[in-house]
């Protein structure tokens, strides 16, 4: 790839967004972020898809099918590695990820309880 200034602009801004990142308390808000972005999202395609009622098995099939993809993600071997976890910190984004998941799913259950199923 040819080093352009738009790229060289881009790698900079990611460079400065990665070490943005190191700070403990900026991770951990973002990790809050992900959770509450994911029990919105839930709260919201539960909503949008029992108003339609012919579309709960398909996003029903959808939903499980992306948290065990995630689930496969987050806890595969690499990441649960101890001596990998010592060199290299897992990556924000596998955080997020997972805690976006942990909120819809937290989502989920909290619907099927007000709903009594």
């Known amino acids: 790839m040819q080093r352009t200034r738009l790229t060289l602009l881009l790698n900079d801004l990611g460079d400065q967004l990665s070490l943005w990142l190191i700070n403990p308390w900026r991770r951990i808000s973002l990790v809050v972020i992900s ?4 029990y919105f999202f839930a709260i919201a395609i539960s909503a949008v898809s029992g108003q339609a009622g012919s ?3 398909v996003v029903t099939v959808f939903l499980v099918a992306a948290s065990e993809f995630i689930n496969w ?3 595969s071997r690499p990441w649960r590695d101890p001596d990998l976890l010592k060199k290299v ?5 596998i955080d997020c990820l997972n805690s ?4 819809a799913v937290y989502a989920f259950a909290v619907e099927a309880f007000k709903l009594g199923s």
Request: hydrophobic content about 45%; overall charge positive.
């Open 35 to 38: 959770l509450l972005s994911g």
């Open 55 to 57: 579309q709960d098995i």
């Open 73 to 75: 993600l987050v806890y």
């Open 89 to 93: 910190p897992k990556p924000l984004w």
């Open 100 to 103: 976006f998941k942990l909120g």
